[in-house]
Nanobody, 120 residues
Framework: QVQLVESGGGLVQPGGSLRLSCAAS????????MGWYRQAPGKQRELVAT???????NYADSAKGRFTISRDNAKNTVYLQMNSLKPEDTAVYHC??????????????WGKGTLVTVSS
């Protein structure tokens, strides 16, 4: 069984920073792309950033220049450094990963999410 667990969310003032972490655990053979998505109240889930196993990154326009995605393959962990946060960044941030388990079955996994609130 594989699971993703996010941490690092919280309340931050506009202009502040947060670092989110997402650790994958369980019967993992390999992890391909990992990413962060977010869902604001009353809105659909949207892409924030993704990173391949080789380190290639992709960002939503709203995240470019402010957020940085990275990963530690040895720890099966993906990070999202968020700077210059704005109230419109308030959302539940979900981790996503394509993981091949030890029985060689590949699946798309989601974490339960961590809440980020940007408010003064």
């Amino acid at each position: 069984q594989v699971q993703l667990v996010e941490s690092g969310g919280g309340l931050v003032q506009p202009g502040g920073s947060l670092r989110l972490s997402c650790a994958a655990s369980g019967s993992i053979f390999s992890i391909n792309a990992m990413g962060w998505y977010r869902q604001a109240p009353g809105k659909q889930r949207e892409l924030v950033a993704t990173i391949t196993s080789g380190g290639s990154t992709n960002y939503a326009d709203s995240a470019k220049g402010r957020f940085t995605i990275s990963r530690d393959n040895a720890k099966n962990t993906v990070y999202l450094q968020m700077n210059s946060l704005k109230p419109e960044d308030t959302a539940v941030y979900h981790c996503n990963a394509w993981i091949v388990s030890t029985d060689y079955v590949g699946m798309n996994y989601w974490g339960k999410g961590t809440l980020v609130t940007v408010s003064s």
